[in-house]
């Protein structure tokens, strides 16, 4: 046997076993306020992820690992940065990647329960949730016919099928096959079904390149996948903000300060603000799939002013995270994080706050 394939062996035994553990454990009590913003996945169906268990020791366990890996994925995809000398733009790209989980997927992306039999949302996994909220709203909405009318020409709900719903395993099983499952896992998702995992991506504009090549199905590959997306939107704000065309100073205006007038544009010299290019590229690139949304944030009548200081409120709490005991934005779901972990996780903001490059500590968890 090939060591690829004892690999896989190995990993199947490890998650049979953690199951079979988990059943014979007392049940635990979930946070029942994740109901609502979960689907229940196939058991048959293997994921590459720690899972969320809602004990302090089970948590912490789960934060630690879930920090080493978006840690080492942010770094690979900004490296870069440091190759160029350019060490305040990888600090900040390094707190932009610790802030966009906890603001998207609360720093959760797979859960495990064992204390409620069959646990599932059959508007949910059905793809019904994408139509209306909830089922009562979805019966008020449309009858029968109407709602196969619906689905009929939406794209959102192609897609869910395509991703979620088709196969021998398809990834979302109808609700009555898992009925007498004691232990069920979920994947957290959006209000409307169709963002998915801890970056909530969305299955409208990554379905080709994320969901069809199984990316939800591991958190590396959905923070390779969705990082690289977020990097897209910081680099070339880092690179323009002394353009001088009209569209890049628009573009960049809420994030650089002019420190010296010049009669010629090209001789002026600006310097930037990083704490905004953080802010600018989740409202522009990230949120809003739009670039010249990157100054949205700074628009005090902008018709999302509340996600943008909802995100706010998150990045300053990363900002706080030496005075934090655990991390995440509701004390249900928060976790503390083992030394390595949180070593790593202070000094990357240490040093977007200080202007330094201190790697000791970041340099132990890529390892």
Partial sequence: ?????????????????????????????????????MSTINPNVEIDAPLFRNTDEAKKAYGSEYIKILVQEAHKKAEFLL????????????TLALTVPLQEGLYLHVRETNDSKGLCNDHSNSGDL??????????????????????????????FVQNFKTGENPFFPDCKNVQDNDVIRQIIRGGDGTDMGAMQLSIRWHTENY?????????????????????????????????TSKTWEKRVECLRKLE??????????????????????WAGKYNSGNLNKTCRFADSGSPYKGHDE???KNLDKVLDIENLEKIGVFDSTSFEMNEESRSAYEQIISNFKNEENNRDKIEAILN
């Fill in 130 to 159: 994408i139509f209306a909220y909830t089922k009562e709203k979805l019966e008020e909405k449309y009858t029968a016919d109407e709602l196969e009318q619906k689905k009929s020409s939406s794209t959102n709900y192609k897609y």
């Fill in 211 to 243: 969901f069809a090549k199984d990316g939800h199905k591991s958190l590396r590959k959905t923070f390779a996948y969705g990082l690289k997306y977020l990097m897209e939107g910081f680099k070339p704000l880092i690179y323009n903000f002394k353009s």
């Fill in 83 to 94: 190759n160029e000398g350019n060490v305040k733009a990888y600090n900040a790209f390094m």
């Fill in 260 to 281: 010296k007038w010049h009669v010629f544009p090209s001789k002026r010299k600006y310097s930037i603000d990083y704490k905004k290019v953080i802010r600018g590229t």
């Fill in 310 to 312: 909802g995100f706010l």
């Fill in 1 to 37: 046997m090939s060591l690829v394939k004892k690999s896989i062996c190995t990993l199947a035994v490890l998650s049979t076993l953690a199951t079979n553990a988990l059943e014979a454990e007392s049940p635990i009590q979930r946070v029942t306020a994740l109901d609502r913003m």
